[in-house]
């Protein structure tokens, strides 16, 4: 089992910066790939961004690519994403989530993902 834990959200105007953290329970961390998802009111959840075990591959939604930065501390059991040049669009709720998996690689869908957090709610505002 698996334990997620997001904080780091907030109210920021267009253009700020936030880092989110996710802090994961257990021993299991070094062997799971991560990923961070967001939900808009109304939206569908869609991928943000992911990494895979040992934190040398990452990848970025589209929308995301060149302003945020997905990145973890295996010794402390948390990941995070930084995100700069927020835009409203950027509004919405940031989950993480989690997968055992023995390779190095990461996930974008967010049906292979089996352990999620309960969110935190990112508000850019104008």
């Known amino acids: 089992q698996v334990q997620l834990v997001e904080s780091g959200g907030g109210l920021v105007q267009a253009g700020g910066s936030l880092r989110l953290s996710c802090a994961a329970s257990?021993?299991?961390?070094?062997?799971?790939?991560m990923g961070w998802f967001r939900q808009a009111p109304g939206k569908e959840r869609e991928f943000v961004a992911a990494?895979?075990?040992?934190?040398?591959?990452?990848y970025y939604a589209d929308s995301v690519k060149g302003r945020f930065t997905i990145s973890r501390d295996n010794g402390k059991n948390t990941m995070y994403l930084q995100m700069n040049s927020l835009k409203i669009e950027d509004t919405a709720v940031y989950y993480c989530?989690?997968?055992?998996?023995?390779?190095?690689?990461?996930?974008?869908?967010?049906?292979?993902?089996?352990?999620w957090g309960k969110g935190t709610q990112v508000t850019v505002s104008s």
């Open positions: 989530a989690a997968r055992f998996t023995a390779y190095g690689v990461v996930f974008s869908n967010l049906s292979e993902y089996g352990y």
């Open positions: 257990g021993r299991t961390f070094t062997n799971s790939a």
């Open positions: 990494i895979n075990r040992s934190g040398g591959g990452t």
